[in-house]
Nanobody
Framework: HVQLVESGGGSVQAGGSLRLSCTVSGNTYDYYCAGWFRQAPGKEREGVAG???????SYTDSVQGRFTISKDNAKNTLYLQMNSLKPEDTAMYYC???????????????????WGQGTQVTVS
């Protein structure tokens, strides 16, 4: 059984930075792809970034060049470095993982099996 726990959310002024972390418990994390999603009130969940088991990444256009997804297999941890934050980045952020090696690059919710509970990011 795989469990994901996010941390690192908070409140920040526009132009600031935050780093989200997602600790993954369970075996074979090395073989899981992963991603970050966000959902603002009244909006659909959006796939922000994905990373496959080879380190290949994908991003939604609105965060390209500002956000960086990475994973540390030794620490079983997924990260999302968020720079130049904007008020429109305000949302609940979720990490997710899947045993498919490259599936996560799609950033489609249905392609992810395991989900965290979310961490709030507020940009003012």
């Amino acid at each position: 059984h795989v469990q994901l726990v996010e941390s690192g959310g908070g409140s920040v002024q526009a132009g600031g930075s935050l780093r989200l972390s997602c600790t993954v418990s369970g075996n074979t994390y090395d073989y899981y792809c992963a991603g970050w999603f966000r959902q603002a009130p009244g909006k659909e969940r959006e796939g922000v970034a994905g990373i496959d088991v080879y380190g290949v990444t994908s991003y939604t256009d609105s965060v390209q060049g500002r956000f960086t997804i990475s994973k540390d297999n030794a620490k079983n941890t997924l990260y999302l470095q968020m720079n130049s934050l904007k008020p429109e980045d305000t949302a609940m952020y979720y990490c997710a993982a899947d045993p498919g090696r490259t599936r996560c690059l799609s950033r489609r919710s249905n392609d992810f099996t395991y989900w965290g509970q979310g961490t709030q990011v507020t940009v003012s």
